[in-house]
């Protein structure tokens, strides 16, 4: 069940549909936005109310004016809004099959209702299909896991299960379709699954081990590559050096491409800019556009509660964030902690106070390059560490 399948949003063939003996023409088409409202109406009204309120959103979306309100629009007989269905079918085989399978004796409207219905069931199941192999896999991978806590064996057994994860992830990603509509609808056979797997649990020696490891590569500027194993920070490197070799390895051309496209789509301003200059080896004028862009975004997460109180910037922004952002489930969520830890050791670094400017600190910082007392050459790597601190800061705030 494909993109294509569902619906076609690029259409600009129109329909004319009439009301009270005028014509009004509306696109002809049943975009993922048109179902969700759709959805929404029925279920707060009934099949024929559902279907007068997207026919009227459909015609006010056209641009017309002076149209005949809601309830003119419902006296009207079902089969004025056949042409819309019609079309609709004719562009969407999927709600076309399950149309088929209703009653032809009910009203349009109410088939209509059933078809839409039914397919988001079946794309429901569809999805729970999916899923139902991760329960035993992950069920699987817990007791072996239980048998040791030798990290690098660990990952040997959650490697296969995460490339099954990847692999029934790109199946559930082509039913959904990016529909999140249809996940009220499988919630409660999702819940079921992941409600029987048990979590393995850490001794507090172990997470004391693995928090102080995990700050520690903070300290040194490296926060987790999207691409890179999340246990690649359980042991202390041996220097630096090895910690930067360690981390590069999992920043190639191409590890850094999706980093960049995925803060691009984010619609981040500047980070265009930001690219630019690293592309082209301006890397001082790159690093001055991402602590500019991460002290926006530290300022924009402060809830301004008091009016008199001015937002904090720099160090102080980076302390109220991480207390924003602090994980509530620490038991449960070991790593999501881990990974918030080692984040927020690498702001403290970077946007650590100058002191006067009179030693100048190993790690890129924010307050030497923005008041042009750092003397040492911005490198690319100083660049990729601000672009994958920029990276993993929004996806905790995502």
């Known amino acids: 069940m494909n993109r294509n ?30 179902l969700k409202e759709y959805v929404n109406y029925l279920s707060n009204d009934n099949a024929k109310i559902a279907l007068c309120k997207l026919i009227y959103l459909k015609l006010e979306k056209s641009g017309y004016t002076n149209l005949p309100n809601i309830n003119q629009v419902y006296l009207e007989q079902d089969v004025v809004f056949m042409p819309y269905i019609e079309m609709v079918l004719k562009q969407n085989r999927d709600i076309m099959n399950t149309y088929d399978q209703t009653d032809p004796s009910l009203q349009i409207s109410e088939r209509f209702a059933k078809a839409v219905k039914m397919y988001l069931s079946i794309m429901a199941d569809n999805i729970i299909k999916a899923l139902q192999p991760i329960r035993d896999s992950i069920q699987q991978t817990r007791e072996r896991i239980n048998e040791t806590f030798d990290f690098d064996k660990i990952y040997q057994v959650v490697k296969p299960l995460q490339e099954q994860l990847i692999t029934i992830s ?10 999140q509509i249809t996940l009220s609808l499988i919630s409660s056979k999702v819940n079921d699954i992941i409600g029987k797997i048990n979590i393995p649990t850490f001794t507090e020696e172990q997470k004391q081990e693995l928090e102080t490891s995990y700050k520690y590569w903070g300290k040194n500027g490296w926060t987790l590559p999207p691409n890179a194993p999340i246990t690649l920070f359980k042991v202390l490197p041996a220097n630096k050096r090895e910690c930067d070799n360690i981390v590069l390895a999992y920043l190639k051309k191409g590890d850094l491409e999706e980093i960049f496209k995925t803060l691009k789509d984010l619609k981040i301003h500047d980070i265009e800019s930001a690219v630019y200059c690293f592309n082209n080896m301006q890397y001082k004028a790159c690093v001055l556009l991402l602590f500019s862009i991460i002290d926006s975004y ?58 006067d400017f009179i030693v100048e600190p190993d790690i890129i910082n924010r307050n030497f390059v923005n008041h042009g007392t750092w003397k040492k050459k911005v490198r690319r790597k100083d660049c990729i560490q601000v672009f994958l601190v920029l990276y993993n800061m929004m996806e905790l705030i995502k």
């Not at 790109?170 to 529909?179: A, E, G, L, P, R």
């Open 5 to 34: 399948t569902y619906c076609n949003t690029s259409t600009n063939e129109k329909v004319n549909i009439t009301l009270l003996e005028k014509s009004y023409a509306i696109k002809a088409d049943f975009t993922y936005n048109d």
């Open 170 to 179: 790109k199946q559930t990603t082509n039913i959904v379709s990016n529909m």
């Open 298 to 355: 530290l300022i924009k997460q402060q809830i301004h509660d008091n009016q008199a109180k001015r937002k904090k910037v720099g160090l102080g922004a980076v302390i109220i964030l991480e207390k924003e952002l602090v994980p509530k489930n620490t038991e449960t969520f070991l790593f999501s902690i881990l990974i918030y830890l080692n984040l927020f050791e690498a702001l403290r670094v970077f946007f650590a106070d100058g002191n």
